[in-house]
């Protein structure tokens, strides 16, 4: 009884895993590329796979019948005929292999280089800058330039334009030792639909290309464990249409408001000291760009939607809000809450 219950449990586990993997709604599908990068993947995945299931169910199966044909039976007390020495089966056994591998190799080898490829002239290059736990990107093309010279930033939605390559240089930001502000570690920039995933690396410069054939939101996470809220390092790639796209940079060069009253002190003693808002505060980077903070999809790493509720509960409590955050409670007043809110929902 007890064999039946335990081969009951483990065929509904089983069953469990299998329909946990069945979704009508899957926006991170990896098997659903959106642009050429993606497809390349794709195209060579879709073989590789099928050789590996192949060469499994050759193994497999005859692992299977071996054990079969050749399994204890009652009178038999001699082990079966032995095939060692045979020296065709083991020549065969050593090319078909290396054949199939070799077969899998070329057209691996020669994705790999073709995905890093530095992209066409046109293309738009964009600093990718993984944080603890949030992404940071920067468009250091001449005409996305703000300020004084300064590049175009946004944090946690990269805005890209559709049929058009992007070129991203992957960067981990954050110091040796935290230093309260995050620490520089291994993180993984995975735009799923639109590209594979690539490491962000402390001291080294990694590079990808991806590129959406259509407008739309295609989300995308970290996929390298890097601590307490790697869970919900979160971004989303807004592709627009070359006009759309050519809009929203017009818009995101324009400078904020200035603050005033409550919201005019809070931001002067409390928030610049991380965030920029240009035209406002200095530049700095240990914390995301503000300054059209209201034009975003999210919040706190793509967790949360951009509502005013949201943000209200963010700022009662960061850390209560998302695991680890390197934001504290400042224990904000009702009132000083509803003024830095009324301000930030300006910022578009």
């Known amino acids: 009884m007890t064999g039946k219950r335990t081969r009951l449990a483990v065929g509904l586990a089983a069953a469990a895993v299998a329909l946990a993997a069945c ?143 992007v070129y991203l240089t992957l960067e981990s930001a954050g110091s040796e030792f935290g230093n309260g502000l995050g620490r520089a570690v291994i993180h993984s920039f995975s735009p799923f639909r639109l590209a594979g995933k690539t490491d962000v690396i402390p001291g080294k410069t990694n590079h990808m290309t991806i590129q959406a054939d259509e407008p739309g939101e295609y989300p995308g996470q970290c996929a390298e464990l890097c601590g307490f809220s790697h869970g919900f390092m979160r971004f989303e790639v807004d592709a627009l249409s070359p006009a759309d796209f050519d809009a929203w940079v017009a818009g995101q060069k324009e400078e904020a408001a200035a603050p005033s009253g409550i919201a005019g002190d809070l931001i002067a003693s409390t928030c610049a000291a991380c965030h920029t808002i240009r035209g406002v505060s200095t530049a700095a980077s240990t914390a995301p760009d503000l300054t059209h903070v209201a034009s975003r999809d999210c919040l706190a790493g793509c967790i949360f939607p951009n509502t005013r509720e949201e943000l209200a509960a963010w700022l009662r409590d960061p850390p209560a809000r998302k695991l680890g955050s390197f934001m504290p409670d400042y224990n904000l007043s009702e009132e000083e809450i509803e003024a830095l809110v009324d301000y930030l929902e300006t910022l578009e």
Not at 29 to 35: E, M
Not at 143 to 158: I, K, R, S, Y
């Open 23 to 165: 979704a009508t709604n899957a926006p991170q599908d990896t098997l659903d590329p959106a642009g050429p990068y993606a497809e390349k993947i794709d195209a060579l995945f879709k073989p590789v796979f099928w050789v590996a299931t192949a060469v499994f169910l050759l193994v497999e199966g005859g692992i299977l019948y071996i054990l079969w044909r050749y399994r204890h039976r009652k009178g038999r007390e001699r082990i079966p005929p032995q095939i060692h020495g045979n020296t065709r089966l083991e020549i065969a056994w050593t090319i078909l292999p290396a054949v199939v591998l070799a077969g899998v190799a070329v057209p691996t080898v020669a994705t790999i280089f073709d995905l890093a490829a530095e992209p066409p002239g046109n293309a738009l290059n964009v600093t990718v800058r993984g944080h603890q736990w949030w992404w940071e990107f920067r468009y250091t093309d001449p005409e996305m330039q703000v300020g004084d010279n300064l590049p175009l930033v946004t944090a946690n939605e990269l805005v890209i334009p559709a049929d058009r390559p």
